[in-house]
């Protein structure tokens, strides 16, 4: 009775928009009035799940790329892309989802590589020629490139839940976020050529040359995140520190491009960004402690195990889930709710926890772009001044090769763990 009241509350409340960290608690606290349990439970369990050293790096994470976006960053990454593929056919496209894997490695969230790229790729895009839905959708399927290759906040959220080493979940990110990115490539060279988009003239190497060194300090930013990180002479928290401060140098004394009055606005934003994140782990956490006490991650594993302890099958299982899932809940509130029941059921099957929790990140990062509450979707179509339903058409070759590549890394465990392996043995 009192899990049915847990879960009736939780999807009434999704369903009728109220948002997810208010539906957990809500959910929660229904709960523990049925059970008779001690409200006193709430404070408790927010306090310890947002209690953990590494979370405070998100902040952080995200400051940096607050103040980088703001500093110029944004322009420049788009010129040096475009400098790089810019000429080939379509190559607008290319220099979409390339500067989403450049900025991606800077902010470590989808949302802000959609509305930061997209701000500027999409109005040029169109007055360029390209179809508003292809330029929306080509814009929104790059953006979740972002939170796989490093840094990226969900890996922190998955390290943080899980005790894997946050250093190892970023390599393992690395290979998955560059298959993806050449995956989207490749499909968009393909539709380009198809339909005969226009590209770019070739503006020389001296252009390519000015266009590396304008970016540079950009670009070096994820250089120095992830040498921190390896070299082990910063924690993930101390080295997102380090980086908000190079961005503040960088953005306000290097590129001379954000003003010091716009910065305390842009620490409060950040601020606000990073209390909703840490909410909705905090309350999170206390859905997560009644899942535990009523059992329901044993009950999941023995009730796929009942039908298959094929890993083969269970990982097909378990991608199918979270697919659905990512269409319907926000990623880090997917993530908190579920990574531990499926880890146990992973694990039950032979299946390693950092190639689990690899190929788990990447297939919610595929939930950002679908419908019915894919938030980039939203984001794109947005700037596009569109309808929700033609950027969905648009993006469905880009959504087949990121499940192409999903599929790869599911199967192929070697290409989440070989990079983390080689380096921290």
Known sequence: MEVFVLFAVFVGSLVIGI????????????????????????????????????????????????LMNNGGITERIIRFA???????????????????????????????????IGGVMIPGMKKAGYPADFSAAVTAASSTVGPIIPPSVPMIIVGALSGISVGQMFMAGAVPGLLMGLAMMITCYVIARRK??????????????????????????????????????????????VASVYAFIVGAFVYRELPLKKVPKIIVDSAVSAASILALVGLANVFGWILVSERIPQAIASAVLTITDNPILVILIINLLLLFVGMFMETIAALIILFVPLLSLAQ????????????????????????????????????ARLPLTPVVKAILPFLLSNIIVLLLVSFIPALATWLPNLIFQ
Request: charged letters at 5%.
């Open 348 to 383: 039950a099957v032979g299946i390693e926890p950092l190639h689990f929790a690899t190929f788990a990140v990447l297939n919610l990062m595929i939930g950002l772009t679908t419908p019915p509450v894919g938030v980039c979707l939203f984001v794109c179509a947005g700037i």
């Open 19 to 66: 948002p997810v960290a208010i539906a957990l608690g809500l959910s929660s606290l229904s709960y523990l009035l049925v059970s008779g349990i001690p409200l006193v439970v709430i404070p408790q369990k927010v306090y310890a799940g947002i209690d953990v050293f590494v979370l405070l790096s998100i902040p952080g994470f995200i400051l940096a790329g607050n």
């Open 82 to 116: 475009n400098a790089l593929v810019g000429w080939v056919r379509g190559g607008l496209g290319l220099t979409n989802i390339g500067a989403s894997m450049l900025f991606g490695g800077i902010t470590g969230t989808a949302v802000a590589d959609a509305a930061s």
């Open 196 to 241: 005969n988009f226009p590209r770019e003239p070739w503006r020389g190497a001296s252009e390519l040359v000015r266009a590396l060194g304008s970016a540079f300090w950009a670009i070096a930013m994820t250089g120095i995140i992830i040498y921190g990180l390896l070299s082990g002479i910063a924690t993930p928290t101390e080295t997102a520190v």
